[in-house]
């Protein structure tokens, strides 16, 4: 028997991912069938909404942009001890600070892309600073202090963008960016058919995905940083110095999800509204627990979720099936990946057994073999 | 023959090891038989499958000559299996009566006042001495120790496990816990004890089942063996006691604390006006009864915690006031007392483990990247050389280790980076005769290549084998600083209690 297929199965995190999803669709699916629609083609005008044509596609890879952002900042987050809820406020700060600059700045389109991609980051990061400086010096836990943070960033917006900001026609939203200051590039439009909302957010997230996962494996700062989340007395005996790990984590996570307002406001929407708290910055939690926090799994659940929120509409306009679904898979996916432990359970005694069995079959062959 | 518990030919596996293998171990009624064997020999793993925690991947468990599965904790309770594990499972603000009745069946209310008087009548009985209304974080370890004896006792435990009980206890509990196994055994209770202490099998236990590796070696009737054998058995060669050490060379002062004083948790002072050298080539102990502000100390002079006056010298460097890792540039090695919450992180492989000290500086990091094959190759000489037993080597996860591993494997990433100054805390706690041997042996070959070391142990045994010169502290104040040769157990015991040796108090 080769060595391979004897190598003992474990449950792992794509396993009980994989899980969740099933759990989630069978959920909507039972949903589907109590408002009498026919749960497979549901799913099918589902997915032919998000992924049906190239520009389909763009507009679902866009989407899934600043999900992948967001997810990422908040697995960052996790995977060093920290809970980012706030990643609404600071996509809202990235967002508002990269459109501010946008319009105030005349300089050629790409220097300008990547300035504002700065300006957001920056921005981003100011919002995790706070934080991250109120738990490290004042003790303040992080979820109560972000959820602050959020609502600044909403009334901020809420006041600055009439303020500064404003269109010709509505109150409530910010001027259109034109194109040649928003991330959209035209060879993107283009290699996607036209779809107005791709944009090299993308790019930069994939970067940012390629970049975190670099830091976390293979650097001293994200040898820090993980030493810090998972045993700050640990890493304070070892000499690290555990608030500065910390406000620099903050600061981090705050980034990425200001990258992902910038893909957002500048990218996808290009233009800002008032009264509204993305609610990116909470699917962004639901994208980091099923990618298992890390930075890999993160591009697969956020481009599942993208899939599910950009074909959501289709499916609704071909059946009596309401958007909603799409949100209730989201939910109770969200439900099983939280209590993921549940599955891992299920699967190790399932594992357990099989691997038994094998066991058993192998010595009988090995009896066999010695009889010979 | 009237066996209340056999577990016969049992057989579990967890990644990489093989913890039990084919181990057989039969408790007569009334007896006390201990199970003795080296860190990570399986002792708990056995334990843990009687209590129904783990399942065996092999074997059968027989009580009182009849088959039965244990399939969890409850399982083993209907059994009248009881354990005492080696971390207490108490809730701190709730009373004794409370931690007792919680989850049991019965309205938590109406019953409280009859089980407080059964949880009385029970403490009489065994002479425990608990009061059942006390609140568990106001009373001690020792204490507290009783209270898990109780919660057995309550749902009529017939057969009492306890896993290495002593750890956490002072020499006076420790004797109280042994007098409290006889009352039991008198009782007509089996017990099982797990330790690494051979005094403590001697004094109480009737048989012992040695264990070394997952493998059962021996059953010995404790009575006609002498200790040096069941140690032996125990490592597989014979184990020395004494600590074979010449005399000290000492050199250059090279910590030195002047007039130390420094808060303690209740912001109130831990130490007070602390003065001590400790020179190069020397072992300096520190002997003191738990809680006399020997935490403190250490954790000022390491970084831990603020130091409100007075001043900590290392090779003539003013550290006082630095952060930690320039203490450790300076010449700073420390084995931290709490391994699990300050020595390791335990979500960490052991390669991480090792050089969670030295990771931002070469060879281990070259422009912020980590040198992975260094990492690797600095990991496997620590394993090599303190014999750290783990399942998969540099990749186990530290939480994973057993606690006397999870120490060899702390020494080992102090010692190997040759500090002049090595501040050991309880260095051997928990640690079996083979490993204690091994952890002295580094200490004095630490000290004999011209380093200073500071040890701190509540055991004086360790203090009188290992040290040079031995510092009393008591109520946070040094009460003298004696040479080892010079004094004996008597009088830095009536030291230790606050009593002066120069009778001026
Ligand atoms: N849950 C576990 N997973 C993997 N290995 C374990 C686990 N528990 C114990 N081990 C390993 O099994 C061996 C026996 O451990 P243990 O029974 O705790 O030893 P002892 O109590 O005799 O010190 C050790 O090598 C330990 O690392
Ligand atoms: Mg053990």
């Known amino acids: 028997m080769s060595a ?32 009498g629609e026919n749960p497979f083609a549901s799913f099918r005008y589902l997915v032919r909404g998000a992924l049906m044509s190239v520009r389909r596609t763009g507009t679902t890879l866009a989407i899934t942009t600043t999900l992948m952002l967001v997810g990422l900042s908040i697995a960052f987050a996790f995977k060093t001890g920290l809970f980012n809820i706030g990643a609404s406020g600071q996509i809202l700060a ?27 980051f920056i921005a981003g990061a100011i919002w995790g600073l706070i934080p991250g400086l109120l738990k490290a010096f004042f003790n303040v836990h992080e979820v109560v202090s972000t959820i602050m943070m959020n609502w600044i960033a909403y ?41 107005n909302y791709i944009n090299v957010g993308l790019i930069v997230a994939i970067i940012a995905v390629i970049v975190i996962k670099f830091i976390m494996d293979k650097t001293t700062l994200g040898f820090e940083l993980k030493a810090v989340g998972y045993n700050r007395y640990g890493a304070e005996y070892a000499g690290i110095r555990v608030n500065r790990s910390v406000v620099l984590s903050m600061m981090i996570a705050g980034g990425l999800a200001g990258l992902a307002g910038v893909a957002y406001y500048c990218g996808y929407s290009g233009k800002i509204q008032i009264g509204i708290l993305p609610t990116q910055g909470f699917d962004g939690i639901a994208v980091a627990l099923l990618g298992a926090s890390s930075p890999v799994g993160v591009v697969f659940s956020s481009f599942f979720f993208g899939i599910l929120q950009a074909g959501k509409g289709f499916m609704s306009g071909n059946t009596l099936v309401p958007p909603e679904i799409a949100d209730t898979i989201i939910a109770v996916i969200i439900y099983f990946t939280a209590t993921s432990v549940m599955f891992k359970n299920f699967w190790d005694k399932r594992f357990k057994k099989i691997n038994e069995k094998r066991n058993i079959v192998q010595k009988d062959s090995n009896s066999i073999e010695e009889d010979n | ?73 409850n399982d083993a309770t209907a059994h009248k299996i009881g354990m005492v594990h080696q971390h207490f499972q108490l809730i701190d603000t709730y009373t004794v009566t409370e931690n007792i009745i919680l989850g049991k069946e019965g309205s938590f209310i109406l019953n409280k006042k009859d089980a407080s008087q059964k949880i009385k ?13 006390s609140i568990i974080e106001d009373i001690t370890v020792g204490m507290q120790q009783r209270v898990e004896i109780l919660k057995m006792l309550y749902v009529d ?142 954790e000022a002079v390491t970084g ?49 483990n090792f050089v969670i000290k030295d990771y931002y500086h070469s060879p281990f990091s070259k422009n912020g990247i980590l040198q992975q094959p260094v990492m690797k190759e600095y990991g496997q000489k620590i394993i090599d050389t303190f014999d750290v037993r783990s399942g998969e080597g540099l990749d186990s996860l530290a939480g994973k280790l057993s606690g006397g591993n999870q120490q060899k494997a702390i020494v080992g990433r102090e010692i190997i980076g040759n ?61 003298d600083v004696v040479n080892t040769s010079d004094t004996d157990e008597r009088s830095v015991g009536l030291m230790m209690a606050g009593v002066s040796s120069k009778g001026d108090k």
């Open chain 1, 4 to 35: 391979k297929k004897n190598k003992e199965l474990k449950s792992n995190n794509f396993i009980i991912a994989i899980s969740a999803v099933v759990l989630g669709l069978i959920a909507g699916a039972i949903l589907i069938l109590i408002i």
């Open chain 2, 121 to 133: 009548d029970l403490s009489d009985k065994y002479g425990l001495n608990i009061d059942p209304d």
């Open chain 2, 304 to 352: 831990l915690r603020k130091i409100e006056s007075g001043q900590v010298l290392i090779s003539s460097k003013d550290i006082t006031h630095v952060p930690i890792r320039e203490r450790n540039e300076a010449g700073l090695g420390h084995v931290p007392e709490d391994r699990q919450k300050r020595g390791l992180v335990l979500e960490y492989n052991l390669k991480d």
């Open chain 2, 419 to 479: 500090p002049k100054l090595l501040i050991v805390v309880q260095p051997t706690r928990g640690l079996d005769v083979g490993a204690i041997e091994f952890i002295h042996k580094q200490i004095v070959n630490h000290r004999d290549a011209g380093n200073a070391v500071l040890l701190i142990s509540f055991e004086l045994d360790e203090i009188f084998n290992l040290s040079d010169r031995i510092a009393v502290i008591s109520d946070g104040k040094l009460m």
């Open chain 1, 155 to 195: 009334w901020v917006v809420f006041y600055f963008v009439p303020a500064f900001l404003k269109g010709p026609s509505l109150e409530t939203e910010s001027a259109g960016l034109p194109f040649e200051k928003t991330l959209r590039v035209s060879w993107l439009t283009e290699l996607f058919d036209g779809s």
């Open chain 2, 157 to 298: 435990a017939d057969i009492l496990i306890f896993d290495e009980p002593t750890a956490v206890l002072t020499p006076q509990e420790i004797d109280d816990l042994l007098d409290i196994m006889k009352g039991l055994k008198k009782e007509g209770k089996s017990i099982i004890l797990i330790t690494h202490k051979l005094n403590e099998i001697k004094a109480v236990a009737d048989r012992c089942t040695v264990i070394r590796r997952g493998k059962m070696i021996d059953v010995v009737d404790v009575a006609s063996t002498t200790q040096s054998q069941m140690a032996s058995l125990m490592v597989g060669r014979p184990v020395n006691f004494k600590v074979d050490k010449s005399e000290a060379h000492p050199g250059e002062s090279i910590l030195e604390i002047k007039n130390l004083n420094v808060l303690n948790a209740k912001k109130i002072l831990g130490v007070k006006d602390f003065s001590l050298t400790v020179r190069a080539g020397e072992i300096v102990g520190i002997a003191g009864v738990d809680g006399n502000g020997q935490s403190e100390l250490i």
């Open chain 1, 94 to 120: 990235g967002g508002l600070a990269a459109t501010t600059v946008a319009f105030a700045v005349d300089i050629p389109h790409v220097p300008l892309i990547f300035l504002i991609l700065l300006t957001g």
């Open chain 2, 1 to 73: 023959m009237d066996y209340s518990i056999e577990m016969l030919h049992i057989r579990k596996e967890f990644p990489g090891i093989v913890a039990n293998d084919d181990i057989s171990l039969q408790v007569k009624k009334g007896e006390i038989h201990a199970i003795l064997g080296e860190n990570g020999a399986g002792k708990s793993t056995l334990m843990s499958i009687l209590f129904g925690l783990y399942n065996a991947d092999k074997g059968e468990i027989k009580i009182n000559g009849k088959k039965v599965e244990i399939n969890n904790p």
